[in-house]
């Protein structure tokens, strides 16, 4: 393996047992923390933190005691293992996005986890006396549903399980009797080809119904999803409005969006953070330069 420079000698043997660890689960498909342990003459808290790092990274997923592998043959990972990752750069996205939002606003949110993480946001802001949310998501729904000040509207249609969503078009013919504002959307898949695109056809299909009704398009999508492919296109390049993703995002892509007119918010830390009009205590962010 190639290994910067810069890197301490406590690094490497950590990558190098890390990469040891992936390889022992794709060939066994589960490990226990013990046998790792064992193995690697480590203590249990030093493999743990190796697989949450790897969990962190999507090359497997923790179980209670241990690790099992991840099961590509699937077209999409189950809710509850996708909330785990990139959890800390959901949390900032997620702020970001319910920094956007006014009150007196109807918005729809997508099933994904990130919009989840706009929800909690929204739900920790307060202050709500007529926001109406839209969503397909399940557990968006139940964060948000009783909490003062915000109506929750749940589009119709078959549950699947493994996003927790409604999906169908049970639920399209909401969105021509009322105005949306905004639309909070995460993806599988994020090209400059290709726009948003989710893994399944059936969730793309509810997807594009929010993006028809919506006046504004908002990605988020964090540095994992951005020049990946997924199967099913719901909105094109071109409709995107604002994007908001981590510090991670591929600089190429993002200067390409930016000279196509998208407003990209890369949100973390920065020595020159840019407010916005609309913008409530949010994290910093960011605006791609043009």
Known sequence: MTVPASASPGDVFARERQEHIVRIVDEHGRVRVGDLAARFKVSAVTIRKDLIGLETDGRLIRTHGGAIAIDRSRPEVAFDIRERLQADEKLVIGAAGAALVQDGESIVMDASTTALSVARQLKARGGWSQLTIITNGLRIASELAGHPGIVVLMLGGRVRWEALSVVGQLGDGLFSRINVQKAFL??????????????TDEEAQIKRSMVAA???VIAIVDRTKWERAAFA?????AKIDVVLTDRGAPAGMVAALTARGI????V?????????????AGPDFTRAAS
Do not use: H, M, N
Not at 233 to 237: K, Y
Not at 268 to 280: N, R
């Open 268 to 280: 973390g830390k920065s020595s020159e953070p840019i407010s916005d009009a609309s913008a409530g």
């Open 214 to 216: 919506a006046r504004e």
């Open 263 to 266: 407003d990209v918010r890369i």
């Open 233 to 237: 296109t719901f909105c094109p390049t």
């Open 186 to 199: 995460g993806a599988a898949g994020f090209t400059i080809e290709s726009g948003l695109a989710d893994a």
